[in-house]
Every structure is written in structure tokens, then in C-alpha cells.
């Protein structure tokens, strides 16, 4: 009888272990999503959002909330903006009932015209800076920033913003091994003591 006892107290341990949520932790993962709902800067919303991505104790219902703040973000600023389909059709196809599909829907729908619209700019003759704003849109950043390396322009402010946070442009003087970032006449303020983080690739 004790032997029968301790059988079925220790299978409802069992259970009830089976049906704890498991869950990142509500502080961090609250850091996350207002951290990544203020910055302006999409390289670092990709980081921070791809990082708690990675966390084994995630939930469903948190994934979600995630991937669709990250395909908010890219969408909103035009941003690698086949990923953000891909992280929406991921929720449509997983997600509970509970998720907001009509507005997941209009948001793809919203991607979808932006793709659209910078591969038709794309298969015509471009100026090298909207041609780098559309391969940003359509997910090509790393291209773009070699072309821009190569070509020895400048790129604009909010371009040179994205490269900075992505890594490709640094401080002169913090270890970069690349060239000058601005080379003809002077330097706009926004490009002064910059360079590229690498020196191009042989080609």
C-alpha cells in the first residue's frame, strides 16, 4: 500500500512537472521588446531580437511576439523586408487564435508592395544611393555596403547611420583596417574620422 502510494504521488510529481510553461524570464523578455520598440537603429533591433530567439526557455507566445516586432520594425523602415515575410508567415502558420491575423495579413501585404516596388527601381538605371536604400530593403545590406566601399562616395547620413551600427563603418583609430570612409573634398560632419571596418576583398 505504501509501495502503491508513493507510485502515484511521484507520478503526479511527474505530471505536474510536464505542464510547467516554460518561458523566458517576463523581466528580460519585457527589456527586449521595449528596448527594440524605441531604437532606431534596425542592426540592433536584429541583434537583440535574434539573441532572445536563441534562449531555450522561450515560449510560443513569446516567438511570436518577437518575430512579429521584428517584422514590424523591418517593414516600418524598410528593412531586409523578405525577412519580415518570413517571420509573419511563421506566425500565421503556428500562432494560436488569439494573434491579430488580419493585421499580420495587411502588414505582409504591406512588405509584399515594398519588394515590389524596389525590384522595379532595381531593374532600372539608379543613382548608387537610392540603389543601396533598395537592396537594404530587399535584405542585401552587405552588398550594398561593398559597392559603396568601392565606388569611394560617401554614402548620406542615415546611411552611413545603418553601416555604423552594422559594423561596417568605424571610428578612425579603433583598430579598422579599411580605408578612409570619405575621400573626396571635405568631409561632411557625419563622415568625419570614419572608416571602413575592412579592407576590401581582393577582386
Not at 510529481?13 to 534596425?42: G, K
Not at 531555450?56 to 516567438?63: F, G, K, N, V
Not at 509584399?112 to 532595381?122: F, G, K, M, S, T
Not at 568601392?150 to 578612425?172: H, I, K, M, N
Amino acid at each position: 500500500m505504501i509501495r502503491k502510494t508513493c507510485l502515484t504521488a511521484l507520478l503526479y510529481v511527474l505530471a505536474a512537472c510536464e505542464t510547467v510553461p516554460v518561458e523566458m524570464a517576463p523581466d528580460a523578455f519585457d527589456a527586449v521588446m521595449s528596448e527594440t520598440a524605441a531604437s532606431a537603429s534596425l542592426p540592433y533591433v536584429e541583434r537583440r531580437i535574434a539573441e532572445a530567439l536563441d534562449d531555450p526557455d522561450l515560449s510560443a507566445a513569446q516567438r511570436h511576439d518577437l518575430l512579429k516586432q521584428r517584422a514590424e520594425k523591418r517593414i516600418e523602415h524598410a528593412y531586409d523586408v523578405p525577412g519580415a515575410i518570413t517571420d509573419l508567415d511563421t506566425i500565421l502558420a503556428t500562432a494560436s487564435e488569439t494573434m491579430p491575423f488580419e493585421e499580420l495579413e495587411t502588414q505582409k501585404s504591406r512588405g509584399q508592395v515594398l519588394i515590389e516596388e524596389a525590384q522595379v527601381r532595381l531593374s532600372r538605371l539608379q543613382n548608387l544611393s537610392d540603389w543601396f536604400d533598395d537592396k537594404v530593403t530587399l535584405g542585401a545590406l552587405d552588398e550594398a555596403a561593398t559597392r559603396y566601399q568601392r565606388s569611394r562616395l560617401t554614402p548620406t547620413a542615415e546611411q552611413t547611420y545603418v553601416l555604423r551600427e552594422a559594423g561596417f563603418v568605424c571610428a578612425e583609430g579603433d583598430g579598422a583596417s579599411g580605408e578612409m570612409f570619405h575621400t573626396f573634398g571635405a568631409a561632411p560632419d557625419y563622415a568625419a574620422e570614419l572608416v571602413w571596418c575592412d579592407a576590401l576583398p581582393d577582386s
